[in-house]
């Protein structure tokens, strides 16, 4: 079984601690390709990540997706935190925060709650995107029914074959229409040989076996997008990716790329 949360404490340790303050300016990245309407409250450790300072607040000011690994611990990808997605450094964001229990973001339903602090995992690489999580730390806790386990190494639910679903409200064609509603899309998980022969090494990325999964339908058509990214890819019950990165959306020569939540658990462990 997973264990809670005070692992965080360990990578904060590693890293600073960024505190958070006041606003500026930005333009919004943004799932889900071929998916299906889901309600929040049936996947309670879904949440969107958000700032109406920085994104405005025609979609709850949503950027990227998040998911609930402890009360008052979110995970998301580490590329949502930095100054190309937020226009400026994430410690002049003010207003940083999740949402959680509200399918429709111009809805009230739910809770918002303030990020306190972020960690950035401190071996996230921009160039690969290999370690693509960062650790958000809430100003008050959730309920334990909001926390979804993650997948421990060598857990059965990362075996090529598996079927997942990925969550999110983001772009749901490819070419800019991000949801209002959350959205979830089945997947697969693909061999790793898959992703490594897609994305050998590009602009976009490269793949990176040992901190990346690989899923997405063979044939195409079901995917995340823009929009996506820090949300949750799940099997079996259990946390096993995060959405990072992709060459397009949907496209059968291209998978999605997912942070491996195996490589999270590893690095957050406390180190004796
Ligand atoms: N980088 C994107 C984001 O910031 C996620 C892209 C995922 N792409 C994919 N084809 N699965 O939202």
């Given at each position: 079984m997973p264990r809670p949360f005070a692992r965080a404490l360990a990578l904060a340790a590693v890293a600073a601690v960024i505190p958070l303050a006041s606003p500026g300016t930005a333009a919004a990245d943004s799932v889900v390709i071929g998916g299906f309407p889901v309600q929040a409250s049936a996947v309670p450790w879904t949440v969107a990540v958000a700032s109406r300072d920085r994104?405005?607040?025609?979609?709850?000011?949503?950027?990227c997706g998040g998911v609930v690994i402890g009360r008052s611990t979110v995970l998301t990808a580490a590329h949502c935190m930095g100054e190309e997605a937020?226009?400026?450094?994430?410690?002049?964001?003010?207003d940083l925060a999740i949402i959680q229990g509200?399918?429709?973001?111009?809805?009230?339903?739910g809770r918002e709650i303030r990020v306190r602090d972020v960690t950035v995992?401190?071996?996230?690489?921009?160039?690969?995107?290999?370690?693509d999580f960062a650790v958000l730390t809430l100003a008050s806790a959730l309920p334990q029914g909001a926390v979804i386990p993650m997948a421990p190494m060598?857990?059965?639910?990362?075996?090529?074959?598996t079927s997942a679903t990925v969550y999110g409200w983001?772009?749901?064609?490819?070419?800019?229409?991000?949801?209002?509603a959350l959205r979830g899309a089945r997947v697969e998980v693909l061999p790793d040989a898959t992703c490594q022969r897609a994305y050998p090494g590009s602009a976009d990325g490269t793949y990176v076996p040992a901190s990346m999964l690989c899923a997405g339908a063979t044939g195409g058509g079901r995917d995340a997008c823009q929009g996506?990214?820090?949300g949750p890819l799940v099997a079996s019950g259990r946390l096993i990716g995060l959405v990072s990165w992709g060459s397009g959306c949907g496209q059968a020569a291209s998978p999605g790329v997912y942070t491996r939540v195996s490589d999270v658990v590893r690095k957050l462990r406390p180190s004796r």
């Open positions: 994104f405005g607040g025609t979609r709850g000011g949503q950027f937020l226009g400026g450094p994430v410690r002049e964001l003010s509200r399918s429709d973001l111009l809805a009230s339903d995992n401190p071996d996230y690489s921009s160039r690969t995107n290999a370690g060598g857990d059965a639910a990362y075996r090529p074959g983001g772009d749901t064609t490819g070419a800019g229409d991000y949801a209002r996506d990214s820090g």
